[in-house]
């Protein structure tokens, strides 16, 4: 007993593990016919069966199924069984397996069953019920060791009800295997043999009588509800009932697409696309310009055969100017420098600065700069006093003056905004009238220098103002021989 539980517990194990995806069945209008095999193991004791206490033994049979509604079935069967008793023992021998070696009689039956089956799930792959119904059962008794018989079919006929559990596992969408127990128990007897003269032992009140039955069948199913798609679930339980044929589908028939890519699981031969990609009809990623990146994922579609990409589909730019390797003539271009479609550095004011980096990006050519594009010469914000050794009587610029006017040209070029006033002042020595016209001669002389070294003219006003604003207080000093920049808001 226990080594065929365990072979059926088994097989439902093997066949849940073998069910389709989906195998609904609707049993209305379905016709079936099963076969299959059970133990029987008679609970006998006590009975008037000559109170032999016989052993289990095995049966098999054959039964026709018929479906009146979704979940409700009618199954007709008929089987073969057979056992033999224990003289060993008196006690009750169900339990042991059937052997002639200690027996006396051999127990032969003819089965038949006529019950309802319930089923709760129809819609699964693994269908359990409930049973139950009626039976007459033939037995024929002889003896085991002789052949001789006791009584044959017909003359010992048992009234038999009927009641069980069980599951039927999904063998694609027409089979299933059944497995399952029935109790039967017998309260009556409907003949008995002509040699029992005893109203007692002939009597519809006796000792309990019973046989419990696991048994393993297979069942095969005709008709029944439509599959119209061939998804294998029926159309009264399919929600998509328009599935393209070799798509896989769920327990409501709705197509599988486990990659997401718009093509059905069963039909997608490229399964496991990335997310994001775009698929051909077959489901399979496509690289349009053969990077190695797929189109939909690929963020630069059109890169030219051959060139390498990151991960994003994108030309390599080692240097992050936004020219691609294989376009750029001057790789390595610092960060933050504005390039031209070559990918070269552009310098618009020549300074030796890359646009960009240019802090001062309009630095006047020549002018002296630091790392970022801005002029190293000092701004003009305020008077400043160029004490410039003219000679008495002269507007003469000598060489150390010059030397002077130059820094100042620099500067002032350096800052092309700011305009100046330059303005020319002579010490009391002299007429004023003369000083006044010598003044302006000075700052005119001072004015055109600026100008030969690149200041433009327009920024600068000359005014002479001869012998006033003195900056000590002996107006014959020569250190009041001056001039004054002085800037201009």
């Known amino acids: 007993m226990k080594k065929f539980l365990t072979v059926v517990a088994l097989a439902a194990f093997l066949m849940a593990m073998w069910v389709p995806a989906s195998a609904a069945i609707d049993y209305t209008g379905v016709k079936g016919v099963g076969i299959g095999g059970a133990l029987w193991s008679p609970i006998m004791n006590g009975s008037k069966l000559d109170r032999e206490p016989f052993a289990m033994g095995y049966l098999g049979g054959l039964n026709l199924k018929y479906g009146f509604t979704q979940n409700l079935t009618l199954n007709l069967g008929i089987g073969y069984g057979q056992t033999y008793d224990d003289t060993t023992t008196a006690d009750d021998a169900s339990f042991k397996f059937a052997s002639s070696g200690n027996s006396s009689t051999k127990l032969k039956g003819i089965f038949t069953e006529l019950a309802m089956r319930y089923y709760f799930l129809p819609e699964s792959n693994i269908r359990p019920y409930v049973l139950g119904g009626f039976g007459v059962n033939l037995w024929r008794a002889e003896n085991s060791q002789s052949g001789v018989l006791a009584y044959g ?11 069980g559990v069980g599951a039927e596992f999904a063998v694609g969408e027409n089979a299933g295997l059944d497995v399952g127990v029935k109790f039967n128990f017998l309260p009556a007897y409907i003949t008995t043999p002509s040699d029992w003269t005893d109203e007692a032992k002939k009597s519809s009140y006796r000792g309990f009588q019973a046989y419990l039955e696991p048994g393993l069948g297979f069942n095969y199913y005709f008709g029944g509800g439509k599959d119209t798609d061939k998804d294998g679930v029926k159309d009264e339980f399919d929600q998509c009932p328009d599935t393209p044929l070799g798509a896989m589908v769920d327990a409501n028939g709705c197509p599988l697409d486990e990659d997401g890519d718009g ?89 030796g600065v890359y646009d960009g ?70 010490d009391a020595l002299g007429s004023r009238k003369f000083n006044k016209k010598l003044s302006q001669k000075r700052a005119d002389a001072v004015k055109k220098y600026l100008v030969s070294k690149g200041v433009a003219a327009d920024r600068m006003t000359a005014i002479g103002y001869g012998e006033t604003n003195f900056i000590v207080a002996d107006k014959y000093s020569k250190k009041n021989r001056r001039v004054e920049i002085k800037p201009i808001k």
């Open 153 to 163: 079919f017909g003359d010992l006929i048992d009234l038999v009800l009927k009641t």
């Open 263 to 351: 093509v059905y699981d069963g039909l997608d031969q490229c399964p496991n696309t990335p997310s994001g990609a775009r698929v051909d009809v077959n489901g399979c990623p496509m690289d349009s310009d053969r990077d190695g990146i797929y189109d939909g994922i690929d963020k630069c579609p059109n890169t030219p055969a051959g060139v390498k990409v990151d991960s994003r589909g994108c030309a390599l730019d080692d240097d992050h100017d936004g020219v691609p390797n294989y376009k750029d003539k001057c790789a390595g271009t610092p960060a933050g420098a504005k390039v031209d479609y070559k990918g070269c550095p552009t310098d618009a004011d020549g300074d």
């Open 357 to 426: 980096i240019d802090r001062c990006p309009d630095t006047p050519a020549g002018v002296e700069v630091d790392s970022y594009g801005c002029p190293i010469a000092k701004p003009v914000k305020e008077v400043e006093v160029l004490h410039i050794n003219f000679k008495k009587r002269s507007f003469e610029l000598d060489d150390a003056s010059k030397a002077m006017l130059d820094d100042m040209a620099m500067r002032l070029k350096a800052y092309p905004d700011v305009k100046v006033e330059i303005g020319g002042y002579t």
